[in-house]
Nanobody, 111 residues
Framework: QEHLVESGGGLVQPGGSLRLSCAASSSIFVMFDMAWWRQAPGKQREWVARVTKSGSTNYADSVKGRFTISRDNAKMVMYLQMNNLNPEDTAVYYC?????WGQGTLVTVSS
């Protein structure tokens, strides 16, 4: 069964950077758009960024200019490079594709 696995979360100071990865179990995912979402404590899950199968990207206003989404179809991996992080970016980050969700990876931005 197809599944997604996120990694790369952790604790980072404000202004710092992290790179998240989402590994797909099947090559079928390369045929579809993929996206990152996040859910902060006590809040609803929100969309962060999307990358189409051809590599076009879209971002939520809250992360535009700081986050970069990309994918490597040959490796079946999607990435989220996060720069200039602030405490409001603290959340569990999920990847989503083909109606599948990963288990999430926690990002904590704190001094």
């Amino acid at each position: 069964q197809e599944h997604l696995v996120e990694s790369g979360g952790g604790l980072v100071q404000p202004g710092g950077s992290l790179r998240l990865s989402c590994a797909a179990s099947s090559s079928i995912f390369v045929m579809f758009d993929m996206a990152w979402w996040r859910q902060a404590p006590g809040k609803q899950r929100e969309w962060v960024a999307r990358v189409t199968k051809s590599g076009s990207t879209n971002y939520a206003d809250s992360v535009k200019g700081r986050f970069t989404i990309s994918r490597d179809n040959a490796k079946m991996v999607m990435y989220l490079q996060m720069n200039n992080l602030n405490p409001e970016d603290t959340a569990v980050y999920y990847c989503h594709a083909l109606n599948k969700w990963g288990q999430g990876t926690l990002v904590t931005v704190s001094s």
